[in-house]
């Protein structure tokens, strides 16, 4: 009879050691990487989240106070999310008065995600009360059910601020249809196709609503981007810029540096912390500053895509 030689049974040794290790190891190793993935993917979603919360969808903007003593009114540190705004006929013509509301964790902590993406894509709150449409949940339907999911996310981790925000008094009788939404069916596009991109983005940060002509209240979209549209803020009247690509009262002769650059000069405190009196803007140029440049450049290119439309506006009323 041979003898075993010295690795044949190392290597016979090996393999009862291995046929003896724990079953339960990979079982344990596979909860740990659930849970990392895990992890990661609310990590992810916050970190979009706060993007799209604080430099697209801009919620804050509208649910904040903001300081007119400064260019383009930035939103006041320590205000965020507390809602409170007024929005009356001197803001798209509201029938009486509306207030953004308080979209901390003082004032929809208890609500579900479904019933914030309620809210925010079918303007229903989760009493059942439906929202003035100066909240922009005909915009926001047409987000990706991802994006939505981020919004949420971020709005959990708000400092929680306790603010009594008044009810809205209007002069008419509202009672819109609700549209029902499958975000399910919504994708947010491919970056490689910038210009796509750029349309979803130019859709969550509403532009149109503001860069359109009013006509009884009404958006008149035949003439969608031209500008024109008037606001009277805090001792200012100031009219939204015609940027659709005509060259002679648009945006028709603007590189995409010089687009980039009308954003990202407001990026540093010293480009608006200063007082313009009467010649201030109600575009939150603060907010979308924050966009990082290839959403820039992207809304950039969808904007060059829209239909060219002559309207001379006159900014500022002295």
Not at 29 to 50: F, T
Not at 71 to 79: E, L, Q
């Amino acid at each position: 009879m041979k003898t075993m030689t010295p690795l044949l049974i190392f290597a016979l040794l090996s393999a009862f050691l291995l046929s003896c290790k724990p079953k339960s190891q990979p079982k344990q190793e596979d909860e740990e990487a659930k849970n990392k993935a895990a992890a990661d993917s609310v990590e992810h979603l916050q970190k979009r989240g706060k993007y799209l919360v604080n430099n697209v969808a801009g919620c804050l903007y509208c649910h904040s106070k903001r300081d007119y003593s400064s260019f383009s009114g930035p939103i006041v540190s320590g205000s965020e999310g507390m809602g409170g705004q007024k929005f009356d006929k001197n803001f798209r013509g509201v029938p009486g008065e509306v207030y953004s509301r308080n979209i901390t964790p003082a004032g929809i902590g208890t609500w579900t995600t479904d019933a914030v993406i309620r809210a925010m894509t079918q303007g229903v709150s989760q009493k059942g009360d439906t929202l003035y449409p100066v909240m922009p949940y005909v915009h926001f339907a047409k987000m990706s059910k991802e994006d939505a999911l981020s919004i949420v996310a971020h709005l959990r981790t708000l400092t929680s601020i306790n603010n009594d925000v008044p009810k809205r008094k209007l002069q008419i009788s509202f009672h819109p249809t609700v549209t029902q939404v499958d975000l399910e069916k919504n994708v947010r596009p491919a970056f490689a196709d910038r210009k796509l991109y750029g349309e979803y983005l130019v859709n969550m940060a509403a532009c149109v609503d503001c860069h359109t002509p009013l006509e009884k209240n009404n958006l008149q979209m035949n003439k969608a981007f031209s500008g024109g549209q008037e606001f009277q803020a805090q001792g200012f009247i100031v009219r939204s810029a015609n940027i659709t690509p005509d060259s002679i009262t648009g945006i028709g002769t603007w590189t995409e540096e010089v687009f980039l650059a009308k954003f990202t000069q407001y990026r540093s405190p010293d480009g608006y912390r200063y007082n313009p009196g009467k010649n201030n803007s109600i575009m939150p140029w603060t907010v979308f500053a924050g966009m990082d440049d290839f959403d820039l450049k992207a809304i950039y290119a969808y904007l060059r895509s829209v239909k060219p439309m002559s309207n001379k506006v006159i900014k500022n009323t002295q």
